[in-house]
C-alpha cells in the first residue's frame, strides 16, 4: 500500500487536495486560495485545507509542514516572488512521493505553460489565468478520478506528452465572486491583504502582466460598499486594492473614497494606485476629507525620460502629474509612494539618475526603485529575445544589462535601491538628509546615494538589517569624510544625535548637563518632572535651520516612553527658559532663588523669565505634577 492509499483510507475526499500560497511577508493573506475555496463553498462543497507561508521561512520548513498535511495533490498560487521556492517545494515533494500530483496557478505561470511543464517534469497541471472556475472543474474531476483533459483554461501532461485546452473566456461580471472576507466563510487571516474591486487594466505597460489581461471588469459599487462593510468589522490593518488605475473611473473613485472615510472606524489604511496626471480636483478633495493619514496612494513614474516611457507604451502628462503630487501634497494626508524602473529601453544610468531627482523634487514619503522585472507573457519580452534587455535567468528575471546599461551600473541601481529603502524611505533621519543633500550634493539625491553606496561598498558594510542606530553612525562618518566644513560636521551630527532620538525612543547616552548644577536646593520642592522628560543639549539647535552658532548650549526637550509610545520632541519647550525650569525643578531648586539662579547660568542682562507662568504651563502638558 502506498503512503497516499493507506492515507485515504480515513481521509475525507477534500482533505485530498491541499492549497498552498508563499506570501512575501507573515502579515499578508493570499486572497486568491480563499477565494478558491469561497468559490467552492458558495457551490456547496467543503473548503481544501490551506497552508500560507512567508519568503523568510527555509524551505525544509515549508516542505516539512506540507508533508505532514499528507495531501495526494498540492495546488500552488504562484507569483514572481514565490517562483523560485515553489518550484524547490514541489520538486522535493515529487522526488519523495512520485505520486503526489502537483497543481500551479497564478499570475507567474499562466504563460509559457508548455515550456514550463517540459522544462519541470514535477509539474502535472497548471491552471492558466483566472482560476475560480477552472479550479473548481478540475479538483471535481480529480477528487472523482474523472477525465480532465477537456477542462478550459489548463496546461497538462497525458501518457508523458504536455498538452493545453482552449482558454477559458474571462469573468465578466465579478459580482459573481465570492467575497472571500465574509463571515460566512470563517476563514482565518493576517492583517494585510489584496482587494480585487476590478480586473484588467487601460493602460497597456509592456512590463506589466494587466497590459494582457483584456478590457476592464469591475465589481458594482453597491457590491464594494458591502465588501467595505465586511473590512470595516475585521481586525485588518490594511487593505490593498488591486485595480491599477483606481482614478481611472473618477466618479467610482469619489464614492469609495467618500465611502471609506464616512464609515471607517477603525482607521483602516487603504492603498491605491493611481495615475496623477489624471487626477481631478474632485477626486483631491475627496482624499482631503481624510485627516488621519488612512490613505496610501502609489504613483508609478517609472522614468522621466519620454523616450524610455514611449519604448513601454507608459504615458502621462509630466507637467500635470507634478501639479497633482504637488496637490496631494499640499491638500491630504495621503502618504504619496512613488516608483522608478531602472532598465527600461533608452534609459541610461544617467536618465536613471535624473528620474530620481525628478521624483525626490516631489517630495514624497516613498521611493521606490527597482530594477524592471520581465514577467513571462508581457511585451517586453520582445526585447529580451531581440538582446536589448537581459534579464537574469532565474525568478524574479531582473534585468541587470541592456543596450543602454552596463551591468556595473544595474547593480549601482540595486544598491542605490537598498539604501533608499533603508534611510530615505524609514524617515527616521529627514532633516539630516536634506541638509547633506542640499549643502553637499546641490540637491542631487541620485549624486547623494551614488557616493554613499560607493562608502558602503568601501567599508564592505552589508546592505540589509540597518537600525536606526547603525545609520544615524554611518552618516555622520560620511559626513566627516566628505567635508571639511567644521561647522557643517557639527552641526550634522548634532542633527543625528537629535533625530536618532525621536527614532529610538530611546535618550540614549545620557549626557550630564553642561551648567554648573542649581546651587539653592529645598528638601520641600513643590513639583516634581515626571518620568521620561529628558534636556538634551547641542552646539546647533536641531530645531533651527539656521548653521549660527548660539552663545549658549541650545536645549532640546524630549518626552521618553517606556510603553514603546514613540518619543515626542516637546519643541514648545525647548528654549533655555523653560528647560531651565525644568532643570530647577529636577534639581530641587528653591523657588524663591529661581531669579538668582538664573543670572548665575545667563548672566544679569539677561531679562527673567516669569516661573508662576512657566509652572502653569508645564503642569498643563504633563511635564511637572504637584507634590
Not at 518550484?87 to 512521493?97: D, E, F, H, Q
Request: net charge neutral.
Amino acid at each position: 500500500m502506498t503512503r497516499n492509499e493507506s492515507h485515504m483510507c480515513n481521509q475525507d475526499i477534500s482533505d485530498k487536495i491541499l492549497l498552498v500560497a508563499i506570501n512575501t511577508k507573515y502579515t499578508h493573506s493570499n486572497s486568491a486560495l480563499l477565494s478558491l475555496n469561497a468559490y467552492r463553498i458558495d457551490r456547496g462543497e467543503k473548503p481544501f485545507p490551506m497552508k500560507q507561508f512567508d519568503l523568510n521561512q527555509g524551505d525544509d520548513y515549508i516542505l516539512g509542514e506540507i508533508l505532514a498535511a499528507k495531501p495526494e495533490i498540492v495546488a500552488f498560487s504562484v507569483y514572481i516572488w514565490s517562483l523560485e521556492k515553489t518550484l524547490k517545494a514541489a520538486s522535493a515533494l515529487k522526488t519523495i512521493y512520485p505520486e503526489t500530483q502537483i497543481i500551479m496557478g497564478g499570475p507567474e505561470v499562466s504563460w509559457h505553460t508548455e515550456d514550463l511543464l517540459k522544462a519541470n517534469p514535477y509539474i502535472d497541471i497548471v491552471v492558466r489565468d483566472e482560476g475560480e472556475e477552472t479550479f473548481f472543474e478540475l479538483s471535481k474531476a480529480l477528487e472523482k478520478a474523472q477525465d480532465f483533459t477537456q477542462i478550459q483554461g489548463i496546461t497538462a501532461r497525458k501518457n508523458g506528452i504536455v498538452f493545453s485546452t482552449p482558454d477559458r473566456p474571462k469573468i465578466q461580471n465579478l459580482d459573481e465572486l465570492p467575497f472571500p472576507f465574509a463571515p460566512k466563510y470563517n476563514f482565518s487571516h493576517k492583517n494585510f491583504t489584496f482587494y480585487e474591486a476590478s480586473r484588467g487594466c487601460y493602460s497597456k505597460c509592456a512590463y506589466c502582466l494587466s497590459s494582457i489581461q483584456g478590457s476592464v471588469r469591475t465589481r458594482t459599487l453597491e457590491q464594494i460598499k458591502k465588501d467595505l462593510n465586511i473590512f470595516f468589522e475585521s481586525d485588518f490593518k490594511q487593505v490593498r486594492f488591486a485595480d491599477r488605475t483606481f482614478n481611472s473611473d473618477k466618479q467610482r473613485a469619489i464614492e469609495v473614497i467618500n465611502y471609506i472615510v464616512d464609515n471607517n472606524k477603525k482607521n483602516i489604511h487603504f492603498h491605491f494606485e493611481i495615475q496623477a496626471d489624471i487626477l481631478s480636483d474632485d477626486v483631491i478633495e475627496a482624499f482631503a476629507r481624510e485627516r488621519k493619514s488612512i490613505f496610501h496612494l502609489e504613483i508609478g513614474i517609472q522614468s522621466t525620460n519620454p523616450k524610455a516611457l514611449k519604448a513601454v507604451n507608459r504615458y502621462y502628462d509630466p507637467e500635470r502629474l507634478k501639479k497633482a503630487v504637488k496637490a496631494l501634497r499640499s491638500r491630504t494626508q495621503c502618504r504619496l509612494h512613488l516608483d522608478i524602473l531602472g532598465g527600461l529601453p533608452y534609459d541610461t544610468y544617467s536618465d536613471f539618475k535624473k528620474s530620481f531627482d525628478d521624483v525626490y523634487s516631489l517630495a514624497p514619503e516613498d521611493i521606490q526603485i527597482s530594477l524592471v522585472k520581465i514577467l513571462k507573457g508581457t511585451p517586453i519580452e520582445e526585447r529580451v529575445i531581440s538582446g536589448e534587455l537581459v534579464p537574469l535567468p532565474y525568478p524574479p528575471y531582473t534585468v541587470m544589462k541592456t543596450q543602454w546599461l552596463t551591468p556595473m551600473e544595474a547593480a549601482m541601481i540595486n544598491d542605490i535601491s537598498k539604501l533608499t529603502e533603508a534611510i530615505h524611505n524609514k524617515k527616521f533621519f529627514q532633516k539630516s538628509l536634506s541638509l547633506i543633500i542640499d549643502a553637499l550634493f546641490a540637491g542631487s539625491i541620485s549624486d547623494f546615494f551614488e557616493k554613499l553606496v560607493k562608502f558602503w561598498r568601501k567599508r564592505l558594510i552589508p546592505f540589509h538589517s540597518i537600525s536606526p542606530n547603525f545609520v544615524a553612525v554611518k552618516l555622520n562618518e560620511f559626513v566627516q569624510e566628505t567635508t571639511t566644513l567644521t561647522e557643517f560636521q557639527e552641526r550634522i551630527s548634532d542633527m543625528l544625535s537629535h533625530e536618532l532620538k525621536l527614532a529610538s525612543n530611546t535618550p540614549g547616552k545620557i549626557i550630564p548637563s553642561p551648567f554648573p548644577p542649581i546651587s539653592s536646593n529645598t528638601k520641600q520642592p513643590l513639583f516634581r518632572v515626571n518620568s521620561g522628560i529628558k534636556i538634551f543639549y547641542y552646539k546647533y539647535s536641531p530645531l533651527e535651520e539656521s548653521l549660527t552658532t548660539k552663545d549658549n548650549p541650545q536645549p532640546v526637550v524630549y518626552r521618553f516612553s517606556k510603553t514603546g509610545i514613540p518619543t515626542t520632541c516637546l519643541e514648545e519647550f525647548s528654549n533655555q527658559a523653560t528647560a531651565f525650569a525644568i532643570e530647577f525643578i529636577q534639581q530641587k531648586g528653591e523657588k524663591s532663588k529661581f531669579k538668582q539662579e538664573w543670572a548665575k547660568r545667563f548672566g544679569e542682562d539677561k531679562s527673567v523669565p516669569d516661573f508662576e507662568t512657566i509652572l502653569k504651563k508645564l503642569q498643563k502638558q504633563n511635564i511637572i505634577v504637584p507634590i
